[in-house]
Nanobody, 125 residues
Framework: VQLQASGGGLVQAGGSLRLSCAAS????????MGWFRQAPGKEREFVAA????????YYADSVKGRFTISRDKTKNTVYLQMNSLKPEDTAVYYC???????????????????WGQGTQLTVSS
């Protein structure tokens, strides 16, 4: 599956932004779609994921209550709505697709088979 992420930009602290990830190449019924982020000098970390077929969602504690992941089956697109943004949310955000992974492995980058190119989010204080 090919992934194309978009929607990053510069936003002030407390603001909102929505990232999009358009998928193509395969049906997504057996996939978990995730968002990860990587700040300079840090490891890539899990942000959120959604099981495509059931719509079950999973979040990192650091974004719970502020970020919302969703998917639009008609557009084959995953979204990450980010509210109450903080400077520590600054990172390159990547969308990823994992085929038939289990819940316990959703937070690990190694579980994901395909990655988008990344989109930069900068939150100014």
């Amino acid at each position: 599956v090919q992934l194309q992420a978009s929607g990053g930009g510069l936003v002030q602290a407390g603001g909102s932004l929505r990232l999009s990830c358009a998928a193509s190449g395969r049906t997504l019924s057996d996939y978990v779609m995730g968002w990860f982020r990587q700040a300079p000098g840090k490891e890539r970390e899990f942000v959120a994921a959604v099981r495509w077929s059931a719509g079950s969602t999973y979040y990192a504690d650091s974004v719970k209550g502020r970020f919302t992941i969703s998917r639009d089956k008609t557009k084959n697109t995953v979204y990450l709505q980010m509210n109450s943004l903080k400077p520590e949310d600054t990172a390159v955000y990547y969308c990823a697709a994992a085929l038939r992974t289990i819940v316990g492995l959703i937070r690990f980058p190694s579980s994901y088979n395909s990655w988008g190119q990344g989109t930069q989010l900068t939150v100014s204080s």
